[in-house]
C-alpha cells in the first residue's frame, strides 16, 4: 500500500495540475460553483418539508432584521470557511501527523499538506470531505430547526457546496489517473504525479 511521502519516487513523472490563477481551471471553477451551489436546493426543500415553511426565506420588516441577516451571512460565511478548512486539515494531519498549512486570502482560503505527496485514498478523503460532511450534517438539522436559523444553515450548505467546485475538479482529474497516483497539494495550486509507463 502506498504510503504519504515527502519523496516523489524515481519512478513518477508529472501527470498535471489544476490552478486556481489559470484560466481555464478559473473557468471551470466558475461553472462547477454554480452547479453545485443549484444542486442542493431541492434536497433543502426536501429535508425541511416538516411544517411547511420556505427553508431559504422569511420575511424582513425592520432595520434590525436587516442587520441581522447581514451579519447572519458574514457570520456563515466566516464559519463556513473555517470548518471547511479545518475538515481539509484534519485529515491532512492525520495522514501525515503534521500540522497542515492553512492560507487565507481574500479570493480563496485553502489547507494542504505542505511538501507531502498523498496517495489517492488520503487525498480524495480530504478533498471531498468538506462537501459531503457539511452537506449531510447541514440536512440532518434542518427538520428541527426554525426561522431565522434554518434560513443561515441552508445558506451554509449552499455556500460551502458552491466553494467545493476547486475539491470537485481535484477529485474528477485525480479519478482519471492510474491507482498509483501521488498528489502534492500546495494550496493554490495541485500536481499529479503517476508511475511512468514502460514501453
Known amino acids: 500500500m502506498i504510503q504519504p511521502t515527502k519523496t516523489l519516487p524515481p519512478n513518477y513523472v508529472h501527470r498535471g495540475t489544476v490552478?486556481?490563477?489559470?484560466?481555464?481551471?478559473?473557468?471551470q471553477m466558475l461553472v462547477w460553483s454554480v452547479i453545485l451551489f443549484i444542486l442542493p436546493i431541492p434536497l433543502?426543500?426536501?429535508?425541511?418539508?416538516?411544517?411547511?415553511?420556505?427553508p431559504?426565506?422569511?420575511?424582513?420588516?425592520?432595520?434590525?432584521?436587516?442587520?441581522?441577516?447581514?451579519?447572519?451571512?458574514?457570520?456563515?460565511?466566516?464559519?463556513m470557511i473555517v470548518i471547511h478548512e479545518g475538515l481539509h486539515g484534519l485529515v491532512f494531519w492525520l495522514a501525515t501527523h503534521e500540522r497542515?498549512?492553512?492560507?487565507?486570502?481574500?479570493y480563496y482560503a485553502s489547507?494542504?499538506?505542505?511538501?507531502?505527496?498523498l496517495p489517492r485514498g488520503p487525498f480524495l478523503t480530504a478533498t471531498l470531505l468538506p462537501?459531503?460532511?457539511?452537506?449531510?450534517?447541514?440536512?440532518l438539522l434542518l427538520p428541527a430547526l426554525h426561522q431565522p436559523v434554518r434560513f443561515f444553515v441552508s445558506l451554509l450548505i449552499l455556500f460551502?457546496?458552491?466553494g467545493c467546485?476547486?475539491?470537485?475538479?481535484?477529485?474528477?482529474r485525480l479519478a482519471r489517473l492510474p491507482k498509483g497516483t501521488l498528489t502534492l497539494d500546495k494550496g493554490d495550486e495541485v500536481n499529479f504525479y503517476s508511475p511512468k509507463t514502460e514501453g
Do not use: Q
Open 131 to 139: 462537501l459531503a460532511a457539511i452537506t449531510t450534517a447541514g440536512l
Open 165 to 172: 467546485a476547486g475539491d470537485v475538479i481535484v477529485a474528477l
Open 100 to 106: 497542515p498549512k492553512f492560507a487565507f486570502k481574500w
Open 44 to 54: 433543502i426543500y426536501l429535508a425541511a418539508r416538516n411544517d411547511g415553511g420556505s
Open 56 to 79: 431559504i426565506m422569511f420575511s424582513v420588516s425592520s432595520l434590525t432584521d436587516l442587520l441581522v441577516v447581514l451579519g447572519g451571512i458574514a457570520a456563515v460565511t466566516i464559519g
Open 160 to 162: 460551502n457546496a458552491s
Open 111 to 117: 489547507a494542504c499538506a505542505e511538501g507531502w505527496y
Open 19 to 27: 490552478n486556481i490563477h489559470n484560466r481555464s481551471d478559473v473557468l
